[in-house]
């Protein structure tokens, strides 16, 4: 599709998730927070059956090379990226959908959050010119770069590539794994209900960062 | 911390929230806005989270045929490059070779749009429902957690190419070595920042 039919398409689609997020008042924050501290998980049975649905899609979509999936390789600076993302979500308390919403919303706090993500991100570009590290977007090849702290790429069409087994099939296995752990919250919000009717114990409040 | 105390009395007493007072502001005149028939029901209560995802994660798949899942950080590095370059001129930006070279800029790119019809979606959603009012962190503190929290994000989306939301609902659902990675990552960041969180509230 031409660029201007992408960029109309992605603002629709924003816009969609923009009403829905702010009427659900659904957060990524609190999905990770609120399970952890407050034993609270109405965000996080949202973003388990938001992954399930999304892994069944996308991974039916490589499995017949439809649609278009992530190049880029993954590293170590991936996993060092999405823990300074993750303490610093926290701490701000929101998350990018987070912020963009409440800015919406009319909340100057979360447009100084965004205001200081894009300082974060200017800041990281110029540190790039002395550390040059992670490589960049255009010459990741893929392969493993010990070296540079690179360790290639797979997602589950080199997987069917590689085995012949249909990608659809890993993504089917993820979204059982994932109803695994939907269940499990199940599980324990009815043992919560139970212990608070029986007046022992509190439910777990209803958390999210609205 | 962006806490919102006192805007949904349904709500339970959050410690949280209240603790550190998000949520105080000055109501705008915008609350007593007209609504009508089934548009009434959608913004007149709060939606479940599950059936908002269920919602928007069918809408990704067709955004994925089109032209990719959905994600935020991209965009809003674009934004950060274009910003930098009303702000200190062309010649000065391109003095750091991140912008040539790992991010060229260019204004068609589709990811910074759905950006904007979030904050579009959101105002629309929070206008029709009477939720939209000016709010302002009360306290100092709130303002150094958002401050210190958000160049966090900015720095960590730059080093790992990817927010939260690749983490989660593209790059991990195309089942994405890089998926998995991110997600240990962000539920170590996350742990890290909850016992931040604590520390700050007390709890």
């Known amino acids: 599709m031409s660029p201007v039919a992408d960029v109309i398409a992605a603002f629709m689609f924003g816009t969609l998730v923009g009403i829905l997020v702010q009427r659900s008042r ?15 998980y109405r965000s996080t049975k949202a ?25 880029f390789d993954s590293g170590l600076n991936t996993v060092i990226g999405l823990f300074l993302f993750g303490i610093g979500m926290v701490m701000a308390g929101a998350c990018t959908v987070g912020t963009w919403v409440r800015v919406g919303e009319g909340n100057i706090g979360a447009l100084w959050a965004l205001i200081f993500t894009f300082v974060g991100m200017f800041a ?4 790039y010119s002395v550390i040059h590290w992670p490589p960049a977007y255009g010459l990741m090849d893929h392969k493993v770069h010990l070296r540079s702290l690179q360790f290639g790429f797979a997602n589950a069409r080199t997987l069917q590539d590689e085995t012949g087994i249909p990608a659809v099939v890993f993504g089917l296995i ?21 212990a608070a009717t029986g007046g022992s114990a ?8 609205h | 911390m962006l806490g919102f105390s006192g805007r949904y009395p349904k709500r339970s007493a959050a410690a949280s929230e209240a603790a550190l007072g998000g949520g105080s502001g000055v109501r705008g005149g915008s609350a007593a806005v007209p609504q009508i028939g089934p548009i009434k029901a959608l913004f007149s209560k709060t939606l479940n989270p599950v059936i908002a995802l269920m919602i928007i994660a069918v809408a990704d798949g067709f955004l994925f045929i089109i032209v990719g899942a959905w994600t935020v950080g991209g965009g809003e590095t674009a934004m950060t490059g274009f910003l930098g370059k009303a702000i200190f001129g062309n ?18 790119y589709w990811k910074i749009y759905i950006s904007f019809g979030m904050l579009f979606g959101a105002f629309v959603g929070a206008l029709l429902s009477g939720e939209f009012y000016l709010r302002l962190p009360r306290h100092l503190g709130e303002w150094t957690m958002i401050t210190i929290g958000g ?20 790059v991990t659902t195309e089942m994405n070595l890089a998926g998995y990675l991110a997600v240990s990552g962000i539920l170590a960041g996350a742990w890290v920042g909850t016992q931040i969180y604590k520390k700050a509230l007390g709890v």
């Open chain 1, 26 to 40: 659904f957060c990524n924050v609190a999905a990770l927070r609120d399970a952890m501290l407050f034993r609270s």
């Open chain 1, 47 to 71: 973003l388990l059956v938001g992954m399930m649905i999304m892994t069944f899609l996308f991974t039916l979509g490589e499995t017949f090379g439809i649609g278009h999936p992530v190049q």
């Open chain 1, 124 to 127: 990281f570009s110029m540190l």
């Open chain 1, 174 to 194: 993820q979204v059982g794994v994932l109803a695994l752990f939907y269940r499990a919250i199940l599980r324990r919000e009815a043992r919560q209900k139970a």
């Open chain 1, 202 to 209: 509190p439910v777990g409040e209803e958390g999210g960062c």
């Open chain 2, 91 to 108: 010649a000065i930006l391109h003095r750091f070779p991140y912008w040539g070279k790992v991010f060229p800029l260019d204004p068609l």
């Open chain 2, 151 to 170: 160049l966090l994000m900015g720095i960590g989306i730059r080093l790992a190419f990817i927010c939260n939301i690749s983490t989660f609902f593209a």
